[in-house]
């Protein structure tokens, strides 16, 4: 008998392509639809009803039937909780890798399994390795689409069950292979911003959530330059809609936020991109995950990513467990941002990261 296979299918062309290429190969194909979010989900800025007419109308091209479910109680316990505690805590979290962890890779993988599937299969940029009994996670084939960063905090358990159908492939590749196969969203454009934000203004969102408790901002020496509305709505590195207005300084470089004086209530910002107070050598971060089985040695040279669209960098590890780990850069690292994850690479494998603390 062919292998069952659920396909995550969310209306756009990456996953319609994943399921177009397992059919091709045989395999049972089941497409599933996750519903992830329910407050206010109107046309104006969630696409969540045409992402679904899409992947209908995908799936009827392939020839697979399409199934709809709905994880909105899942997501709100187990991400959407966490992404809002992050925020008053003063962190920026990246609810997309908690996610995968906890609702693409949880709760549709059992209910895939409850549908008498053998594995499940998304549309991600990653490819997956057999070595020594153990499933390694590698990045993508196109550098520009990897999203083995999203996937660090998966297990051994959950790899094992999956497949990355077009994690071989480049963007361009993906959408020429659906064009070809008459897929209505070969050219549908990808989506953007966080999940259940949509394209909606992300500052109007969290107000509905976090209260407004205003305060001042101010310079490391001290200087008085405006009010914020809330530590919560501002992230490290932020440049655009601080709210200083005309304030400069002699050589009238653009403001950035430096960091978040909790206590005191108090935003601090510095002018200039590459002001000292931006950059950093070192970090620490915990609630480590190792995708790989193990933490790596104290000592040991890697690669790691501070956020998702940044370059690989140089790093050291000078300490590491189950639980935390600390790294030394080669070079400075600009607007590390507490709640964000770092990852660590060895080479093109994915080893796993943790939360910057």
């Known amino acids: 008998m062919a292998e069952r296979i659920v396909v995550g299918m969310s209306g756009?062309?990456?996953s319609s392509v994943a399921a177009l290429l397992l059919k091709q190969q045989g395999c049972d194909v089941v497409g599933l639809f996750m519903k992830n979010w329910e407050?206010?989900?109107?046309?104006?800025y969630c696409s969540t009803r045409q992402d679904l007419i899409d992947a209908a109308a995908a799936a009827d091209v392939i020839g697979v039937p399409l199934e709809a479910v709905n994880f909105s109680a899942e997501y709100k316990d187990r991400v959407f909780a966490e992404f809002l505690r992050e925020y008053r805590a003063g962190r920026t979290p990246n609810p997309d890798v908690l996610c995968n962890a906890e609702i693409k890779f949880k709760a549709f993988l059992d209910h895939a399994m409850a549908l008498g599937a053998s594995r499940i299969a998304t549309g991600h940029y990653a490819q997956l390795r057999d070595r020594d009994g153990a499933v390694e996670l590698l990045r993508g084939a196109d550098p520009g689409k990897d999203q083995s960063y999203f996937l660090h905090r998966l297990t051994q358990g959950q790899l094992a069950r999956v497949r990355f159908p077009i994690g071989h492939l480049r963007k361009p590749e993906v959408r020429r292979l659906a064009r070809e196969a008459g897929l209505p969203n070969h050219a549908k454009k990808d989506s953007t911003g966080i999940c259940f934000i949509g394209e909606r203004p992300f500052r109007e969102f969290l107000n509905r959530y976090l209260p407004r408790e205003p305060g001042p901002i101010m310079t490391p020496e001290g200087r008085?330059?405006?009010e914020h509305v809330g530590l919560a709505f501002y992230t490290i590195g932020q440049r655009k809609g601080i709210g200083i207005g005309g304030v400069r300084n002699g050589d009238g470089e653009a403001w950035y936020v430096a960091a978040k004086d909790l206590p005191a209530n108090t935003l601090v910002v510095v002018q200039g991109h590459d002001h000292p107070a931006l950059l950093t050598r070192?970090?620490?971060a915990q609630?480590?995950?190792w995708v790989g089985g193990e933490a790596p040695r104290e000592g040991s040279d890697h690669a790691a990513k501070t956020r998702y669209r940044q370059a690989d960098s140089p790093c050291r590890v000078t300490r590491?467990?189950?639980e935390s780990i600390a790294l030394e850069f080669?070079?400075?690292?600009?607007?590390?941002t507490p709640g964000q994850s770092v990852v660590l690479y060895d080479r093109e494998v994915c080893l796993g990261g943790a939360v910057i603390s």
């Open 12 to 14: 756009g062309v990456d």
């Open 39 to 44: 407050d206010d989900d109107d046309d104006e």
């Open 224 to 226: 008085r330059v405006g």
């Open 282 to 284: 070192t970090l620490k």
């Open 287 to 289: 609630d480590a995950s």
């Open 320 to 322: 590491s467990d189950d």
């Open 330 to 336: 080669a070079q400075p690292q600009w607007a590390v």
